[in-house]
């Protein structure tokens, strides 16, 4: 039976139902007002727990068993373990071993160590995942291969899915790098360190049943506590839940890239110049070498002038701990920490914290961090003329990447995307973005190794600017010099199954992803 | 004939914006072609194209061709092509991709020449962007960096290049090879636009006047307009004992550089950081250049990852009176550009000076004179000379007298 699709207000055309389940397609950013109440899982009683708050069992399949794993349930973990987790794909072996079958994955990121899940969607173990897909998991399903449809969240999009219930998670499986035997965990401490746990606190409140997994037993109370024990129904204790050197990066490193410094220079130009760096700033930049290049030459310009940021959002680096610890940036607010250095300063430092996802980025809620901040560094696989950015596929169409906090970030007060004007051949300036993920309304600046071009709406940034030299452009012109050096790209040939959808930071759809025709 | 396959290009697991071509030439069975790319989605159809237009304009009906793409330009893909059917075949005509207007602009005997990238000849991943550095010149080398079996289709991949890649206002220089080759690398590159030709390994004055009489033939034949200028490169102990002839062997040469490499195995030492060994022939090099009238320029720093070391060994090099340097990655430009750059205390005092130096000749008097310290001649045109320099680099305003008042 076919689907009935509408253009969206972002001019894209996506379903009215996806896996069964009617959708609203997107109205416009802020235009849709939610009604209802919050989701609230079943009420638990004390009366069905151990009195002396012991609540270890003995394996995860036994605990799995218990919570009542059946066919067709919903699955969630996190992914604070990044490509060192050891917990996910053994849950589906459990799975697949006691026969069942459709089960709809939920994580809040998946990594490639993942990818032997593949084998789950294959057999019909999984029937979907709801989260961000990358490699070889991106791959299976832009071929069409996953049963059902892939639904791309943002991270508070994510949060903002549980709380109003869109996704009703049946069993949350919580790794915990440090946890007691009542439940209580945190991301610190025993071998597989990663900091925080910010991505597991909805999924700990929200699910049915809660399992927390860890390899570093403590004595109650596991404190600093994120995960709180009154929401978990079990604790099991496993040798080994992750791989440390592959859970953060040891150090992350700066860009080598001559290319890619030159963007992170003319980034940190063009924030100083603009006016937009100045004491008291709030900002949040990324992990990636451009973007942490971009941190080392702030740094530079708050000291040099003698200023200090108000504070910055994690995702956190040994960079933005130097800030912090050198008096340059005020307190670190966190969801994860990236490298060890910034997992010692979460453990060390009270002016580094973890800071819950609800706070920072859900949209349902009564206002958050993101449209506080000042300067908000972000990336993207495409960038189209009328700013719209794609982050989900690459040109060629293929789904390789999630969403992260990208789109709820977008609404920060200035939202700068420093990008190179092309990936080896490949123009990231394009007439019209492969996949819609952000509108162009709340994307404020391109940097480019070929100039800057400042989105016609904000006229104040464009006046900001005049006669301080920076090489301002129009998109337009960008986009041309892409295209005389790489020559125009051919557009990508899909066919019209529906293979995921991304939706927007309200819980509406932005646009979908279709199959790719097979190769010619 | 020359043989039946040829194989050109690059491809691996490191190699980015590059490919490899593999021609097989048939005498029948049309044109068949074989694309493995990373962007096949998005190019596939236009990289058959430009092989299809490429095989007309050489006349090649029959023909079987594989290429492995790494995400090469098209400029790129359409030398390697020329080249691996120029191996096949005595063709002499040339596929050349549009020149770029904005590439068209003429050198000037006088420019600065602080910093100058060497892009070794046969990597375009390295072309591709290197306009974007501030070097103030770009050297597509066809020498040192390429090895011999490359250097034919290197020759055609700079061309491309030079036509091509946006040197955005950098001095265009390519470094030829020596001897026999090295003239044939200026038939072929000379017609676009190179505004100056670094010669290598130079030892005697013949050597200059040879390239220097092939430009100039090359120039009247095909009526190139723009000046081509010579930087002859000093590598041995021969040439640092005739560098003032060789300075003077053209009126062409704009510039002499030392190579330190090859200098400290001539005379048969280690390379050291101090550069003791160097000492005298970077000196005797500086002094020969000067007195012929051109700008001495100094040999690469070879640790791109050491900065500090860098940044010495620029301060050294200006004190010995040089007046460039090479660089071999783009992030050692700025260091180096500033380096050379006269800084706040020199053109402080030099605006002092010229101020000093326009009073005394207002009021006519034949002494200039600061404080109660006389100012000689040379110390007034030095401080004339980095005022100038200070303006052209943007360090001091066109209207810096005006400031003061």
Known sequence: MAVRTVINAAGRMVPLEINGEPVIPFKGVGKHQPSGRKYAPLIPSCSEFPADGNKVIRSLREALVKCGLRSGMTISTHHHLRDGDLISNKIFDLASDMGVKDLVWFPSASFSCNDPVIRYLEDGTINRIEGSMNGPLGRFVSDGRMKGTAVLRSHGGRVQAIQDGEVKIDIAVLVAPSADSFGNAKGTGGNSACGVLGYAKADAMYASKVIVVTDNLVDVPCFPMEIEGNYVDYVVVVEKIGIPEKIVSGTTQITKSPDRLLIAELTASFIEKSGLLKNDVTMQAGAGGTSLAIAVFIHEILKKNGWKAKFGFGGSTKYMVKMLEEGQMGYILDAQAFDLDAVRSVEENVNHFPYSVFNAYNYHSKGNLTSMMDIMILGATEVDLNFNGNVVTHSDGYLLHGIGGWQNCLHARNVILPLPLFRDRIPVIVDEVTTLCGPGELIDVIITERGIAINPLRKDLIKSVKGTGLPVRTINELKEEAERICGKPQKPKFENKIVAAIKWVDGTVIDVVRKLKPDN | MKGDIAVTGNTGPKVRSDCEVTLKLKSSGGIVIDLESKVQRLYGESIKGLCIDIFRYFKIRNAEIKIVDTGALSFVISARLEAAIKKLTDSDLEFLPEMLRSNTYPGSPERIRFSRLYLPGDIPSMMINSGLHSAHGLILDLEDSVSPQKKDEA???????????????????????????????????????????????????????????????????????????????????????????????????????????????????????????????????????KAAGIQPVDSVFSDVGDMEGLQQNVLKSKALGFEGMGCIHPRQISVINNGFAPDESEIEKSKKIVIAFEEAKRSGLGVVSLGTKMIDKPVVNRALKTINLAVNLGRLPDSWKKDLI
């Open chain 2, 155 to 289: 020759r055609i991949l700079v061309r491309n290049a030079l036509r091509q890649v946006d040197f955005r206002g950098a001095e265009r220089m390519i470094r030829i090879n020596q001897g026999e080759r090295g003239l044939n690398d200026l038939k072929v590159l000379i017609p676009h636009n190179v505004n100056l030709v670094v010669v290598p390994k130079c030892e005697t004055k013949e050597q200059l006047k040879i390239v220097d009489r092939e430009i100039h033939e090359i120039r009247k034949k095909l009526k190139v307009k723009n000046p081509v200028f010579l930087m002859p490169v000093i590598e041995s102990a021969l040439g640092v004992e005739n560098a003032f002839e060789i300075a003077r062997a053209s009126g062409n040469i704009v510039a002499m550089a030392i190579g330190l490499e090859d200098f400290t195995a001539d005379i048969g030492v280690p390379r050291s950081f101090g550069g003791t060994e160097s000492f005298y022939a970077r000196s005797r090099l500086v002094v020969a250049a």
